[in-house]
């Protein structure tokens, strides 16, 4: 029997079950101890059912803590999930796609998604809900708009920390790149972009709205060459998804009238 007290620091470790939980720092067991006790006298546990279900709410614990900070991590502007998407807006739009994406396989493969549609059909409304399952399915995930993405390289550029900015977009297992050919880049954007797609081929899955077909990419990235390296490594392993109709949002102030009221 190992001597519980340490007397060469002056630290005495826990003797009892309540201490011990403490200690290491299982609050949910330290929690819920007293319950499972009774729970475990009225059953009969064993032993072995008693531990199980005090270490199998602490790990249900930890893993709702571990979904709620890959939640955070990813950075979305909201969450959207594909229950309150609304199918019947769009003149047209590809369901059976979309649903069998929520199954989330194309991030196995290290395939991706491309939604091309105007404004307002709910591009950015489906790559929320899609990146918003892979995070609570343990995936780590990156949101970002196109626009603040070339910002943040080109700002660390210029402080000689690009390095590390590329790792920002190249590491999460899923990239979720909303807006894209809202606002066309100059060389230097168009070229981080490309770095972008291209440290992410084959490598991690990328979800990209935008309101461009692809025949304009040239005109977004200022460079036919470009563009059409970007949209290579993009459409290889991916599911383009097009989108037709008018813009939701447009829809729900005529429906609201004059004031929005």
Request: contains cysteine; hydrophobic residues 40%.
């Amino acid at each position: 029997m190992p001597n519980l007290e340490n007397n060469q620091r002056g630290v005495t470790l826990p003797d009892t079950v309540e201490k011990m939980l403490e200690y290491l720092n299982l609050k949910t067991g330290l929690k819920n101890l007293r319950g499972i006790l009774d729970a475990a006298g009225n059953d009969n546990l064993s032993h072995e059912a008693f531990l199980t279900r005090l270490l199998s709410e602490e790990c249900s614990a930890k893993y709702e803590r571990q979904i709620q900070c890959r939640v955070a991590q990813a950075r979305f502007p909201a969450v959207k999930t594909i229950d309150n998407f609304d199918f019947q807006h769009p003149a047209s739009i590809p369901r059976p796609k979309i649903l069998a994406a929520l199954d989330l396989s194309f991030i196995d493969a290290a395939g991706g998604l491309v939604f091309i549609g105007p404004t307002g059909v709910g591009k950015t409304h489906l790559a929320l809900a899609i990146g918003y399952k892979a995070a609570t399915r343990g995936v780590r995930t990156l949101y970002t708009r196109a626009v603040d993405m070339i910002n943040h390289l080109i700002a660390s550029q210029a402080d000689h920390s690009l390095h590390k900015a590329i790792k920002v977009y190249s590491s999460p297992a899923l990239l979720v790149i909303d807006e894209v050919g809202y606002l066309p880049f100059d060389k230097q954007g168009s070229d981080h972009f490309f770095n972008v797609i291209s440290s992410r081929y084959e490598k991690g899955s990328v979800v990209l709205t935008t309101n461009r077909p692809f025949k304009d990419w040239g005109k977004i990235f200022h460079d036919n060459t470009v563009a059409s390296a970007i949209i290579d490594r993009l459409v290889h392993h991916s599911e383009v998804i097009k989108i037709e109709g008018g813009s939701y949002r447009v829809k729900d102030r005529k429906m609201k009238g004059p004031g929005g009221e």
